[in-house]
């Protein structure tokens, strides 16, 4: 069955980096596009960034582009997302995602903590 496992995540201070990671397993990964969304207390989930299956093509939110840079390696079928010059508002849990045939398939979320 599809798998999605996120990892990274942590606490860091206002312009500081992290980078996310997704494990994926149970579908041929390659065949599909992968994104990054993010849910803030009390908010609704948002998607953060997106890229097609070869990895040609990507989307971003207008939030975090110039900051944040998704790639993924198909070969070992996981996903990143390098965010820099965190900020407060950066602060969320945020899940890997692949739709495939309708289905929305999530991770159990990786937690992003921006302060000082």
């Known amino acids: 069955q599809v798998q999605l496992v996120e990892s990274g995540g942590g606490l860091v201070q206002p312009g500081g980096s992290l980078r996310l990671s997704c494990a994926a397993s149970g579908f041929i990964f390659s065949n599909y596009a992968m994104s990054w969304y993010r849910q803030a207390p009390g908010k609704e989930r948002d998607l953060v960034a997106f890229m097609s299956n070869t990895g040609s093509s990507t989307k971003y939110a207008d939030s975090v582009k110039g900051r944040f840079t998704i790639s993924r390696d198909n070969a070992k079928t996981r996903m990143y997302l390098q965010m820099n010059s965190l900020k407060p508002d950066d602060t969320a849990v945020y899940y890997c995602?692949?739709?495939?045939?309708?289905?929305?398939?999530w991770g159990q979320g990786t937690q992003v903590t921006v302060s000082s």
């Open positions: 995602n692949v739709k495939r045939q309708t289905r929305d398939y």
